[in-house]
């Protein structure tokens, strides 16, 4: 079983930053992949940038986010991040991390408890 807690989420103007993170814990495979995901308020979950763990760090951001939003990882820590730059107030959304065992396809394994983010005008 893994546990993922997400941190970092408020409320901020449009322009701002914000960092989330997410700390895994319990029996991480030695290679998977983390993810990043949204959803707003009447819209269904979309996909927002993943990771790679174990292995290459290749990372793959969804059209939406891409140049505003960088995901990255600490290996000691067990921690990736979101930092999310030039927001936007369509970024308000409760902002999840997951975590995917299959490091090539398929669904999503667990899933953290969310931190919302919302971007005022």
């Known amino acids: 079983q893994v546990q993922l807690v997400e941190s970092g989420g408020g409320l901020v103007q449009a322009g701002a930053s914000l960092r989330l993170s997410c700390t895994a814990s319990g029996r991480t495979a030695s290679r998977y992949v983390m993810g990043w995901f949204r959803q707003a308020p009447g819209k269904e979950r979309e996909f927002v940038a993943r990771i790679n763990w174990g292995g290459s760090s290749i990372t793959y951001y969804a059209d939406s986010v891409k140049g505003r939003f960088t995901i990255s990882k600490d290996n000691v820590k067990n921690t990736a991040y979101l930092q999310m730059n030039s927001l936007k107030p369509e970024d308000t959304a409760v902002y999840y991390c997951?975590?995917?065992?299959?490091?090539?396809?398929?669904?999503?394994?667990?899933w953290g408890q969310g931190t919302q983010v919302t971007v005022s005008s």
């Open positions: 997951a975590v995917r065992n299959n490091v090539y396809s398929g669904e999503y394994d667990y």
